[in-house]
């Protein structure tokens, strides 16, 4: 069989029919899930940042000095989300997606508590080692919702193949990510806002119980959706 041929004998297979489709409780690995008509769903809560004017970064710096600066950015953002329980699923230069599972509002707590530290890291703590170089700019994105979990690419070949996560929530928290900007390096959609937990809506200030988000919206796909805006932070 030539490759031309195998290729649509595969592709063939992959479209015709339906998926053995499984409940997930936990953000999977790629040995997780099978190659073939096989997939996962699961909610989740999708986190995306992106580092704005990283092409710039080329013409401005050496290539050495852009490394530096995108490791440095990508360590910090992993860090964090790690440490609030995220999974990390997609490196792609200036950008990094991690998922949490999102059965509970503490799951989605944890995910935007996660974005308001990040914040705070790279815009205050560490602004001025960054600074030696370049002030960043960068904003976070996050949507929740179902998606379903498909593992894509060449079998047999750990470094040609990888998990892709298909829902709507993926791809409007991207959306979102790549408006937001500083100040506001935080934006959630509205589904996001309307299941947090309290602790994750209000703030104190000037003795004052306050809300510490407001309104914003965004256009995608033909349409306007309504997000939550922040520029509070949160320490660690």
């Given at each position: 069989?030539?490759?031309?041929?195998?290729?649509?004998?595969?592709?063939?297979d992959?479209?015709?029919?339906?998926?053995?489709?499984?409940?997930?409780?936990?953000?999977?690995?790629?040995?997780?899930?099978?190659?073939?008509?096989?997939?996962?769903?699961?909610?989740?809560?999708?986190?995306?940042?992106?580092?704005r004017?990283?092409?710039?970064?080329?013409f401005?710096?050496?290539?050495?000095?852009?490394?530096?600066?995108?490791?440095?950015?990508?360590?910090?953002?992993?860090?964090?989300?790690?440490?609030?329980?995220?999974?990390?699923?997609?490196?792609?230069?200036?950008?990094?997606?991690?998922?949490w599972?999102?059965?509970?509002?503490?799951d989605?707590g944890?995910c935007?508590?996660?974005?308001?530290?990040?914040?705070?890291?790279?815009?205050m703590?560490?602004?001025?080692l960054?600074?030696t170089?370049?002030?960043?700019?960068?904003?976070i994105g996050?949507?929740?919702g179902?998606?379903?979990?498909?593992?894509?690419?060449i079998?047999r070949?750990?470094?040609?193949?990888?998990?892709?996560?298909?829902?709507?929530?993926?791809?409007?928290a991207?959306?979102?990510?790549?408006?937001?900007?500083?100040?506001?390096?935080?934006?959630?959609?509205?589904?996001?806002?309307?299941?947090?937990?309290?602790?994750f809506?209000?703030?104190t200030?000037?003795?004052?119980?306050?809300?510490?988000?407001?309104?914003?919206?965004?256009?995608?796909?033909?349409?306007?959706?309504?997000?939550?805006?922040t520029?509070?932070?949160?320490?660690?």
């Amino acid at each position: 069989m030539s490759l031309t041929d195998d290729i649509k004998a595969t592709v063939t297979d992959y479209l015709e029919g339906d998926y053995d489709v499984v409940d997930a409780k936990v953000i999977p690995s790629p040995e997780d899930v099978p190659f073939g008509k096989i997939a996962k769903k699961m909610n989740v809560c999708v986190f995306s940042i992106d580092l704005r004017h990283s092409t710039n970064l080329l013409f401005l710096h050496d290539k050495q000095t852009a490394g530096k600066i995108h490791k440095s950015f990508l360590y910090v953002v992993s860090s964090i989300v790690k440490h609030f329980g995220a999974e990390i699923r997609s490196f792609n230069g200036d950008n990094l997606i991690a998922f949490w599972p999102a059965f509970h509002k503490s799951d989605l707590g944890s995910c935007v508590r996660a974005a308001m530290t990040v914040k705070w890291l790279l815009d205050m703590e560490l602004s001025p080692l960054f600074e030696t170089y370049e002030k960043l700019d960068f904003g976070i994105g996050v949507d929740w919702g179902e998606v379903f979990i498909v593992r894509a690419g060449i079998p047999r070949n750990a470094n040609n193949n990888d998990l892709v996560y298909v829902g709507k929530c993926v791809n409007l928290a991207v959306a979102i990510g790549e408006q937001a900007r500083g100040q506001d390096h935080v934006e959630i959609s509205r589904s996001t806002y309307d299941n947090l937990e309290d602790d994750f809506i209000y703030g104190t200030q000037n003795g004052q119980k306050v809300d510490m988000w407001r309104s914003g919206n965004m256009e995608w796909q033909g349409k306007k959706h309504e997000t939550k805006v922040t520029s509070w932070y949160w320490r660690i």
